[in-house]
């Protein structure tokens, strides 16, 4: 029951700074799933700055002003909207609940609830048992609890993210028993929260077979139905990462700024997760934003400065993880990429050039094609983008790609080269792979979906030239309706 | 594609990429070693009039005089907190293992049937004798044990090594947060599961792409792919849950402390001296574990289950002791509690015993 009341405080939280963003999409099954995440990364943000930056004590008050804050904001724009005088809000379109054909979607459905309830149920009766959930993942809430942050803590912060951390300690810090297995339920939560959305974006733009088939492949991830049975922080900095890809590829199609919006949220977010999320997500949002500039010059549209604002919060998050743990610590990816570089540039003896990265692609490809801990994901994906990249193309997910594309570079640059040992030892190499499948499995179903649906998709022109029309309080405006599961939409072209 | 994985047994703290023994073994049978005539029906095997008695108290190993088994079945009486371990080794080195792929069982107190199939443990060997491996605090006395002998034909062999592997329930251990046990094919060659299910994923694409490029006069991949891939991920997913799920605990979950008790599977006195811990201990106190020398997953399990509360792995002849990841630090002094769980070392003075859940383990605290 404790961790019920935190979840809908956070998610109300979440929908609240959507709402003060003019990012709602007024649809209940999108908002709620969509505010978990925010909600989850507005409270790591928020925490970070007003704990560790400012110093302020975290107790119970701090906790329910946090929360209420993007609540405040929203009836505070909504009120500024009212005297304004705005338009109504554009009517929803209707979405398409129902994926066809039911034979093919109706097993797959079910497969999903079925391991949903496995997982749950195992997920819920697991204690941590295993070394880095009891050191750090699981360990990180406690402490946060505690408001203990010597100079040993942050270091366990600096590894477990604010997300990690403060999310799970929501309800002890809200007055109930400290209980550690909302470590494991929020691992949960964020699973449930990852499935929810997809389906209901997916059903919002009248492609419910893309959010189906989405929740398919991801459950078919034997490694990742694993991980979100223990307190690992591997599977949520994988669900965030596939949150946002759910609105990267929404955005290929819709061109709506809104969703590019979203998408960088979600990433903003994703980055409190793990060091490693720092990295991934902060690439990503760069690229987000690359493409966004391009984008913007291309159609025309005036590039929202809120797109580029949500560096800021990205850059606090930075500043206030090396303000916690210090800049040396904060920054250890770079000196590692120094140090790794000077060693390759030493002249090498031939036995230490025997040690490089070909004797480990075989070990490579084992654990993308053979071990099974991502079932068959990665020998459907090469089939997809190779026969589908005109699909691909023509139905706007180029740009998602692309960030696949540096996503799984990453990956292959840590795996082969900065931290080889762990491929050679088959060891963690297999859940770093989970970042990357998440996405690819949003992706792969957006593709495969499109191209089923056969033909070219509409072209609709972009929802204004902002996330939201001035007076409006829906962020995405009106989208004209699509037939089917593949008509998507894209901006217009000038 | 290749299929050069690290062989079963090996774990994944070694990428071996030289045959297993498991291969090696069987090819060895394959060369014309023969084995002895195989029973049609476990054989019971006479023991001692009380039984086979083996005590425990921390972790105790017996490599019993038997090779060449398929598998083993044991009626037994079991008493205090004890999980057993099995397999086959040639070393006390190989008993002492918890590597993938790691069989074990936490045996609850009373009386019990347990079936222990060797073919698909670490390291097998036709070659290598049966070991028992015990943790914990009690006593397992085995009253009654059949034994099935490996078959004496090698492609028998060969087929029944195949079909245990395949069918072989994921054995959840330490390693298991990096990789699941992998699936074999055919483990006498050391195939692999994954890769026949991509390679049929591909031939159907392949198929049903040219079949509706023919019908409808247009290269359209699209619904060969997806249905292709929906098919052979679900007979993938199929497969996979049915060796997963009977190794999850899929009751409705009770409450915490049930769940800390009860919910340890890696060992079977961390959970109920935990639970006893929380029970008997102050919030506010101050804890010290004592553990056996190295015995790290022992008491940082249970520093983290009286987290909050400041907890730290008590070291003998050290100054100050710390807690995990160095977070806390106490002198012996500031010490209000200490839970002990097998050490060597006996209590400190000015600690006495309040709730005990075996001999060699304990909650005391200052009177």
Same mark, same amino acid.
């Given at each position: 029951m404790s961790f019920l009341v935190a979840t809908a405080a956070l998610c109300a939280s979440g929908v609240g700074l959507l709402g003060a963003l003019g990012l709602r999409t007024r649809r209940w099954a999108v908002d709620v799933p969509l505010g978990w995440f925010v909600g989850a990364g507005w409270l790591g943000l928020a925490m970070l700055v007003v704990r560790i930056l400012l110093g302020v004590p975290y107790t119970a008050a701090t906790a329910v002003a946090v929360l209420a804050a993007p609540l405040a904001a929203w009836g505070v724009r909504e009120m500024l909207r009212r005297r304004r005088g705005g338009p109504a809000p554009l009517a929803l379109r209707p979405a398409r609940w129902i994926p066809r054909p039911a034979w093919l979607f109706a097993p797959m459905a079910l497969y999903v609830a079925f391991v949903v309830v496995v997982v749950a149920l195992h997920g819920m009766n697991s204690p941590t048992e295993t070394d880095d959930g009891y050191r750090v993942r699981a360990f990180a809430p406690l402490l946060a609890h505690a408001d203990r942050w010597e100079p040993a803590a942050r270091s366990v912060l600096w590894m477990a993210g604010p997300v990690p951390t403060w999310v799970p300690s929501l309800a002890w810090r809200l007055g109930f028993p400290v209980d550690h297995f909302h470590v494991n339920a929020t691992v949960l939560a964020t699973l449930l929260a990852f499935l929810a959305l997809a389906v209901g974006l997916a059903s919002d733009r009248g492609r419910p077979e893309e959010g189906w088939g989405a929740a398919f492949v991801v459950l078919s991830l034997p490694l990742l139905a694993y991980h979100v049975t223990t307190t690992y922080a591997d599977a949520p900095l994988a669900l965030f990462l596939g949150a946002a890809f759910l609105f990267l590829v929404a955005w290929g199609r819709s061109g709506d700024p809104a969703d590019a919006l979203r998408a960088l949220l979600l990433l903003l977010a994703a980055a409190q997760v793990k060091r490693e999320g720092e990295v991934l997500a902060g690439t990503l949002m760069a690229l987000v934003l690359a493409q966004a500039a391009w984008r913007a010059r291309r159609d025309g549209w005036a590039l929202p400065r809120r797109l580029a604002l949500l560096l800021v919060p990205f850059v606090l998050v930075l500043v206030a993880r090396a303000a916690a743990s210090g800049a040396a610590r904060s920054f250890d990816l770079l000196s590692l990429l120094a140090s790794r570089g000077e060693v390759l540039a030493a002249p090498a003896p031939a036995s230490a050039a025997a040690a490089g990265v070909r004797p480990l692609l075989p070990l490579f490809a084992d654990a993308l094609l053979g071990l099974g801990s991502t079932g068959i994901l990665y020998w459907v994906l090469p089939a997809a983008v190779l026969l589908l990249l005109p699909v691909a193309w023509r139905s706007g997910l180029l740009p998602s790609l692309a960030a696949l594309a540096l996503l799984f570079g990453q990956f292959a640059v840590a795996t082969l080269w900065l931290f080889p040992e762990f491929t050679r030892d088959q060891t963690t190499v297999h859940r770093a792979l989970l970042p990357v499948s998440v996405p690819a499995a949003a992706w792969l179903a957006a593709v495969v979906v499109a191209a089923c649906a056969g033909g070219p998709p509409a072209t609709v022109p972009p !929802? $204004? +030239? $902002? #996330? !939201? !029309? #001035? $007076? +409006? +309080?829906? $962020? +995405?405006g009106a989208r004209r309706s699509t037939r089917g599961g593949g008509g998507g939409s894209r901006g217009s072209r000038r | 594609m290749g299929t050069q994985v690290t062989a079963p047994g090996a774990g994944p703290g070694r990428a071996a990429r030289s045959r297993s023994a498991v291969a090696a073994a069987i090819l060895a049978l394959l060369a014309g070693c023969s084995g002895p005539p195989r029973s049609a029906q476990l054989r019971e095997i006479p023991l001692a009039p009380g039984g086979l008695v083996m005590p425990v108290d921390g972790f105790a190993m017996t490599m019993l005089p038997l090779e060449g088994l398929e598998a083993m079945e044991i009626e037994y009486r079991a008493s205090g907190q004890i999980s057993l371990s099995y397999g086959t080794a040639a070393s006390p080195e190989g008993m002492q293992s918890l590597d993938q792929p790691w069989r074990h069982v936490t045996l609850a107190p009373g009386t019990g049937r347990l079936r222990m199939d060797f073919l698909t443990t670490r390291n097998w060997s036709p070659f290598q004798r049966v070991y028992l491996r015990l943790a914990g605090t009690g006593q397992l006395v085995i009253t009654r044990a059949w034994i099935l002998p490996l078959p004496g034909a090698a492609e028998e062999l060969r087929e029944t090594a195949n079909r245990a592997w395949r069918s072989v329930p994921i054995s959840l251990g330490h390693y298991s947060v990096n990789l699941l046990d992998p699936p074999f094919w055919r483990v006498s060659d050391m195939s692999l599961l994954f890769p026949r299910l991509g390679w049929l994923f591909l031939a159907l694409t392949a198929v049903g792409t040219a079949v509706t490029s023919l019908w409808r006069r247009r290269f359209r991949p699209g619904p060969a792919l997806a249905l292709a891939a929906v098919a052979v991920m679900g007979l993938g997913d199929g497969l996979f849950w049915w060796r997963m799920l009977p190794a999850l605990d899929l009751r409705l979950p009770a409450g915490p402390e049930e769940r800390i008790r009860d919910g340890y599977r890696f060992d079977p006195e961390v959970g109920p001296l935990s639970a006893l811990a929380r029970a008997h201990l102050r919030p506010g106190d101050r804890v010290g574990v004592m553990v056996p020398p190295g015995a790290w997953f022992l008491w940082e399990a249970i520093c983290f289950n009286l987290a909050p509360r400041r907890c730290v792995n008590l070291e003998p002849g050290a100054a100050e002791h710390a807690g995990l990841q160095g977070v806390d630090r106490l002198a012996l002094g500031d010490v209000d509690a200490i839970v002990t769980l097998h050490s060597p070392e006996p209590l400190p003075p000015g600690f006495t015993p309040v709730a005990v859940l075996n001999p060699s383990a304990k909650v005391a605290r200052r009177p």
């Amino acid at each position: 029951m404790s961790f019920l009341v935190a979840t809908a405080a956070l998610c109300a939280s979440g929908v609240g700074l959507l709402g003060a963003l003019g990012l709602r999409t007024r649809r209940w099954a999108v908002d709620v799933p969509l505010g978990w995440f925010v909600g989850a990364g507005w409270l790591g943000l928020a925490m970070l700055v007003v704990r560790i930056l400012l110093g302020v004590p975290y107790t119970a008050a701090t906790a329910v002003a946090v929360l209420a804050a993007p609540l405040a904001a929203w009836g505070v724009r909504e009120m500024l909207r009212r005297r304004r005088g705005g338009p109504a809000p554009l009517a929803l379109r209707p979405a398409r609940w129902i994926p066809r054909p039911a034979w093919l979607f109706a097993p797959m459905a079910l497969y999903v609830a079925f391991v949903v309830v496995v997982v749950a149920l195992h997920g819920m009766n697991s204690p941590t048992e295993t070394d880095d959930g009891y050191r750090v993942r699981a360990f990180a809430p406690l402490l946060a609890h505690a408001d203990r942050w010597e100079p040993a803590a942050r270091s366990v912060l600096w590894m477990a993210g604010p997300v990690p951390t403060w999310v799970p300690s929501l309800a002890w810090r809200l007055g109930f028993p400290v209980d550690h297995f909302h470590v494991n339920a929020t691992v949960l939560a964020t699973l449930l929260a990852f499935l929810a959305l997809a389906v209901g974006l997916a059903s919002d733009r009248g492609r419910p077979e893309e959010g189906w088939g989405a929740a398919f492949v991801v459950l078919s991830l034997p490694l990742l139905a694993y991980h979100v049975t223990t307190t690992y922080a591997d599977a949520p900095l994988a669900l965030f990462l596939g949150a946002a890809f759910l609105f990267l590829v929404a955005w290929g199609r819709s061109g709506d700024p809104a969703d590019a919006l979203r998408a960088l949220l979600l990433l903003l977010a994703a980055a409190q997760v793990k060091r490693e999320g720092e990295v991934l997500a902060g690439t990503l949002m760069a690229l987000v934003l690359a493409q966004a500039a391009w984008r913007a010059r291309r159609d025309g549209w005036a590039l929202p400065r809120r797109l580029a604002l949500l560096l800021v919060p990205f850059v606090l998050v930075l500043v206030a993880r090396a303000a916690a743990s210090g800049a040396a610590r904060s920054f250890d990816l770079l000196s590692l990429l120094a140090s790794r570089g000077e060693v390759l540039a030493a002249p090498a003896p031939a036995s230490a050039a025997a040690a490089g990265v070909r004797p480990l692609l075989p070990l490579f490809a084992d654990a993308l094609l053979g071990l099974g801990s991502t079932g068959i994901l990665y020998w459907v994906l090469p089939a997809a983008v190779l026969l589908l990249l005109p699909v691909a193309w023509r139905s706007g997910l180029l740009p998602s790609l692309a960030a696949l594309a540096l996503l799984f570079g990453q990956f292959a640059v840590a795996t082969l080269w900065l931290f080889p040992e762990f491929t050679r030892d088959q060891t963690t190499v297999h859940r770093a792979l989970l970042p990357v499948s998440v996405p690819a499995a949003a992706w792969l179903a957006a593709v495969v979906v499109a191209a089923c649906a056969g033909g070219p998709p509409a072209t609709v022109p972009p !929802a $204004g +030239s $902002g #996330p !939201a !029309a #001035p $007076g +409006s +309080s829906g $962020g +995405s405006g009106a989208r004209r309706s699509t037939r089917g599961g593949g008509g998507g939409s894209r901006g217009s072209r000038r | 594609m290749g299929t050069q994985v690290t062989a079963p047994g090996a774990g994944p703290g070694r990428a071996a990429r030289s045959r297993s023994a498991v291969a090696a073994a069987i090819l060895a049978l394959l060369a014309g070693c023969s084995g002895p005539p195989r029973s049609a029906q476990l054989r019971e095997i006479p023991l001692a009039p009380g039984g086979l008695v083996m005590p425990v108290d921390g972790f105790a190993m017996t490599m019993l005089p038997l090779e060449g088994l398929e598998a083993m079945e044991i009626e037994y009486r079991a008493s205090g907190q004890i999980s057993l371990s099995y397999g086959t080794a040639a070393s006390p080195e190989g008993m002492q293992s918890l590597d993938q792929p790691w069989r074990h069982v936490t045996l609850a107190p009373g009386t019990g049937r347990l079936r222990m199939d060797f073919l698909t443990t670490r390291n097998w060997s036709p070659f290598q004798r049966v070991y028992l491996r015990l943790a914990g605090t009690g006593q397992l006395v085995i009253t009654r044990a059949w034994i099935l002998p490996l078959p004496g034909a090698a492609e028998e062999l060969r087929e029944t090594a195949n079909r245990a592997w395949r069918s072989v329930p994921i054995s959840l251990g330490h390693y298991s947060v990096n990789l699941l046990d992998p699936p074999f094919w055919r483990v006498s060659d050391m195939s692999l599961l994954f890769p026949r299910l991509g390679w049929l994923f591909l031939a159907l694409t392949a198929v049903g792409t040219a079949v509706t490029s023919l019908w409808r006069r247009r290269f359209r991949p699209g619904p060969a792919l997806a249905l292709a891939a929906v098919a052979v991920m679900g007979l993938g997913d199929g497969l996979f849950w049915w060796r997963m799920l009977p190794a999850l605990d899929l009751r409705l979950p009770a409450g915490p402390e049930e769940r800390i008790r009860d919910g340890y599977r890696f060992d079977p006195e961390v959970g109920p001296l935990s639970a006893l811990a929380r029970a008997h201990l102050r919030p506010g106190d101050r804890v010290g574990v004592m553990v056996p020398p190295g015995a790290w997953f022992l008491w940082e399990a249970i520093c983290f289950n009286l987290a909050p509360r400041r907890c730290v792995n008590l070291e003998p002849g050290a100054a100050e002791h710390a807690g995990l990841q160095g977070v806390d630090r106490l002198a012996l002094g500031d010490v209000d509690a200490i839970v002990t769980l097998h050490s060597p070392e006996p209590l400190p003075p000015g600690f006495t015993p309040v709730a005990v859940l075996n001999p060699s383990a304990k909650v005391a605290r200052r009177p």
